[in-house]
């Protein structure tokens, strides 16, 4: 018979407050396991949700963890090793959670859904844009000067967050909970798809700009101007399909949308497949800035003089920055279409 661990040992774990010896204890414990997936299927919906933001949560630490022992060259072996390490992540994570649950009795899994579910705010006090993976999937790319609000789990019917400042979502579809973002008064609704918000406090205007899927905006308390074919029916504002825009007028209260988007900055978001072999960093940025429309660019001549094996398909710019940063060593910071990259060795 399979030793059984203690509720209070898999609770460290989640916490982060495991020593190695601990860790040795549940991974030795792994080990002798084979994967039931009925446990999961026996979970309540509510619960199958907190299981699925448990499991990215322990898979992001552990990832983010063996990441800061040392930079690995970014080659499409390097791609596989790390798929191989996800997916036995999602093993050890799933295997504990689903013990997590059975172990603890229900008024326990009644508190840690209630503290797993307070408001968190994002913040990015950096000058690089930073990302952050929501409950459900979603991904947002956080400017700096930014931040989001978000609880840690959306609610049964709807996912609401808020932001000021600007931000890119590529938002998990769910048909069944629609997304929305509140900036000020302007309310963004989508259900799948991939757009970009600037609602800076300072700003005359707010923008909403889509990328791929269909979006609507509209402005709390405010009536549909009638006969406007862009617009939907009364208080529902406008629905943007992909290169379309919306502008909300804050001063003068009123929303409107561009058939086209014509701001060049938004091509940071549009997906790109490129291969670098043995290729000279400074090549790498030529290659990108043709590709995104801006400027990469470093003086530090470790970064310049340095050469990369990478394969990057169906990335955005920003998602190849991070991969970047971790592969030179390095970290850049962005402004409008420039980016400098600087290496953090000394």
């Known amino acids: 018979m399979k030793k059984k661990l203690p509720a209070e040992l898999l609770e460290k774990f989640f916490a982060g407050n495991c020593d190695e010896h601990e860790k040795d204890m549940i991974l030795s414990w792994y080990e002798s396991f084979e994967l039931d997936r009925d446990y999961v299927n026996e979970l309540s919906a509510r619960e199958q949700e907190l299981f699925k933001l448990l499991m990215w949560q322990t898979i992001s630490s552990n990832i983010n963890a063996a990441e800061s022992d040392g930079v690995v ?200 497949s490129l291969s670098f072999n043995n290729t000279p960093i400074s090549e790498v940025f030529k290659a990108l800035n043709k590709s995104f429309n801006v400027n990469i660019s470093s003086k530090d001549e470790s970064i310049n003089t340095d050469f990369l094996k990478a394969d990057f398909t169906n990335e955005n710019l920003p998602a190849i920055m991070e991969m970047l940063k971790k592969t030179l060593n390095a970290n850049y910071s962005v402004n409008g279409s420039n980016f400098v990259m600087e290496s953090n060795k000394q």
């Open 73 to 272: 060259t970014i080659t499409s072996n390097a791609t596989s090793r790390l798929k191989t390490i996800l997916y036995w992540l999602s093993g050890v994570a799933a295997i504990l959670i689903a013990v997590f649950f059975i172990k603890l009795k229900p008024q326990h899994i009644n508190k840690t859904l209630q503290a797993t579910n307070t408001q968190q705010v994002f913040s990015n006090t950096t000058k690089a844009i930073k990302d952050i993976v929501l409950s459900d999937g979603s991904r947002v790319w956080v400017s700096p000067g930014s931040a989001l609000t978000y609880t840690k789990t959306f609610e049964k019917h709807s996912r609401k967050v808020s932001l000021t400042g600007e931000a890119f979502f590529e938002v998990t579809k769910d048909h069944s909970r629609p997304f929305s973002i509140s900036t000020g008064n302007v309310i963004t609704k989508v259900w799948g798809t991939s757009f970009r918000i600037r609602a800076y406090a300072a700003d005359k205007i707010t923008r909403v700009d889509v990328v791929t899927g269909k979006v609507s905006v509209s402005v709390a308390g405010q009536q549909t101007k009638p006969g406007t074919s862009n617009m939907l029916a009364a208080g529902e504002g406008v629905m943007l399909l992909p290169n379309q825009e919306a502008v909300y007028d804050k001063a003068a209260d009123d929303l409107k949308k561009n058939m086209e988007i014509k701001d060049a900055s938004l091509g940071i978001w549009k997906k790109a």
